[in-house]
């Protein structure tokens, strides 16, 4: 709805609804253009609830700040019949929240990587699922912590197949190799949020910046460790562990791009070059 409709039904004034937007009490509406956007009944329920506790009489913006944060806790009820949540449950227990939670980042993963940043809105996410805006803003507070937690997942997704793969292998280019092999099973799944993240960095804010830089630390720094774990017993020549580890990650993200984009080399191909160009040359 558009928010004379809002204000038509909730009876609160487009000034007041444009105050709780600023101080929080309300999430953030759905953008169509530079200066239309569109609500929906989660914030209709919302304001209701607001004037449940105002009661009609003036109170503390704190207290109101803390109501709704207690409120937020449970899922939003449906104004079709406001003693039943959305989930059809009371409340949702923490494992369930956890799912919900994981489900959101799982189907955004789908959406970012087909739509883009910018192009995904929130309720191509929330449609997906079948859930309401309400309901996503119980787990995030907007597109782009959202899209900050997918990062994250993937992130953990490379990692933990890595520490999972590598259990028990003390081969220094075994290690590289398989190391290799996972970066390379996942950048062919998630090298589109990856570049959606980097082309963040070239706006004005500096969230992407941060962002990169945390993936990127955390890409290699089990890399530095290895390496610097090679070099402690005599494996390879002393290097600076921190170059060659952001060296040998670029090559393989590069190489991975090179092997998507056509047929001309296998992932063996790719693997063999990085051995003997790289990894090799490194060994005592």
């Keep these: 709805m558009k928010i004379k409709d809002l204000e038509a039904q909730s009876g609160v004034p487009r000034t007041t609804i444009h105050f709780y937007l600023r ?15 569109t609500y929906d009944q989660s914030h209709l329920v919302r304001l209701r609830k607001i004037k449940t506790l105002k009661k009609g009489g003036r109170v503390p913006l704190r207290f109101l700040q803390d109501q709704l944060a207690e409120d937020k806790a449970a899922p939003i009820p449906s104004p079709d019949n406001e003693n039943t949540p959305i989930f059809g449950k009371p ?35 929330t449609s997906a699922l079948k859930i309401s805006t309400g309901t996503f803003y119980i787990y995030f507070r907007n597109k782009r912590d959202l899209f900050i937690e997918v ?11 890595a520490v999972v793969a590598l259990k028990g292998e003390m081969n220094f280019v075994e290690r590289m ?12 799944k998630y090298h589109e949020l990856l570049t959606q993240l980097r082309a963040e960095m070239t706006r004005e804010s500096i969230w ?17 460790r290895d390496i610097q774990a090679a070099i402690d017993a005599g494996v390879i020549r002393p290097i600076d562990p921190d170059l060659a580890a952001y060296a040998l990650t670029g090559q393989i993200e590069i190489m991975s791009l090179r092997r998507s984009l056509d047929e001309k080399y296998t992932i063996h191909d790719i693997e063999k070059f990085l ?8 060994l005592v």
């Design 208 to 224: 992407p910046a941060e962002k990169i830089k945390a993936v990127y630390h955390g890409l290699t720094l089990p890399v530095i």
């Design 275 to 282: 051995i003997e160009g790289f990894i090799k040359p490194m």
């Design 23 to 37: 101080q929080g009490l309300l999430h953030p509406p759905e953008k169509t253009g530079r200066t239309t956007a």
């Design 91 to 125: 409340s949702a227990t923490m494992r369930e929240r956890k799912e919900k939670h994981r489900m959101i980042i799982r189907k955004a993963i789908e959406v970012f990587s087909k739509n883009g940043y910018h192009k995904t809105k929130i309720a191509d996410i």
């Design 177 to 188: 190799r398989i190391r290799g092999q996972i970066f390379y099973s996942n950048y062919a």
């Design 151 to 161: 990062i994250d997942e993937v992130f953990r997704t490379i990692v933990g197949e």
